[in-house]
């Protein structure tokens, strides 16, 4: 996998995410990171330790708890965006961005399928990928989404708070 580099990227949009008030300067775990990676299986323990290896060399704040979290998000993202994409998207790319408060991981590929949540079907082995994402950033308290580029493919993301959600 290749290091795109770093620099200051897209961020969540919506209220949902709380953004807030930033120091002057970035933090030292700021930041965004891309990797790139051929849509074949090898690329899903790839990019789940290429991100963790991203969160532990740039210290994120990140609980262990939350850090499992999103490495089985990588999981699950790159594990669809190569059984369904790559006849389209030879290519993924993994997008982890980093704030003060909050981080985001994004993976895009070239095929304009938009795929849905599908909900718990005892009798089939797969095909929840998608809901386990979005359960798993709820429970953390974020949000997941899936956005068309512009190229007409697609990102998947969940950006999830770096501090643990408020239990009401």
Known sequence: MDDDGRGIGRRPE???VPLGPGP?????YEGVWRFTAPAVEA?????RHAVRDLLLRQGVPVSDDLAQGLLLIVS???T???KH???????????VAVGAQWLRLSVEDNHPYRP?????DHG????RGLLLVREITREAGGVCEVEYTASGGKVIWAALPLAPARLP
């Open 80 to 82: 669809n965006a190569v």
């Open 76 to 78: 699950e993202l790159v």
């Open 124 to 127: 089939r082995t797969g095909g």
């Open 43 to 47: 690329s899903v323990p790839q990019a």
């Open 24 to 28: 002057a300067d970035p933090l030292p």
């Open 85 to 95: 994409a790559a006849v389209l998207s030879p290519t993924i790319a993994v997008e």
């Open 116 to 120: 849905t949540a599908l909900e718990t």
């Open 14 to 16: 919506g209220g949902a």
